[in-house]
């Protein structure tokens, strides 16, 4: 099981990101929000992930930093459980819309619901 998140993993693209905001479709779990958007990549991965928190919400860098560390380290611990029936690739921006500063446990326990509230969502269009 590779529990890293590797360059092609992460959401760079510029046009992708713009694409998933005005396409994109939401799942939130407050205070957690998952923008997702169905794509195709040209390598052979099942989503690219991006994470933001609010400049408005924490005015420094150190807390949007430790917060954003937060959400990728519970990502990156249970995305093999999030992604074993996934067929389909997918676009992800995980934001963090809360106003307190969290915990590890907070987030990971938040993003499971968020992912599993996510699924839910994906078999329900599949029927």
Known sequence: MNFTINKKEKLKSKKLIEKLFSEGKTVTVFPLRLVYL??????????????????????????RNRIKRLIRESYRLNKAVYFNNISTQYAFMILYIGKEKPTLTQIESKMGMLFEKFSDKMSETKN
């Open 38 to 63: 169905p794509t195709v990549f040209e390598e052979n991965i099942k989503a690219k992930t991006g994470v933001s928190v609010s400049k408005r919400q924490f005015k420094t860098a150190v807390d």
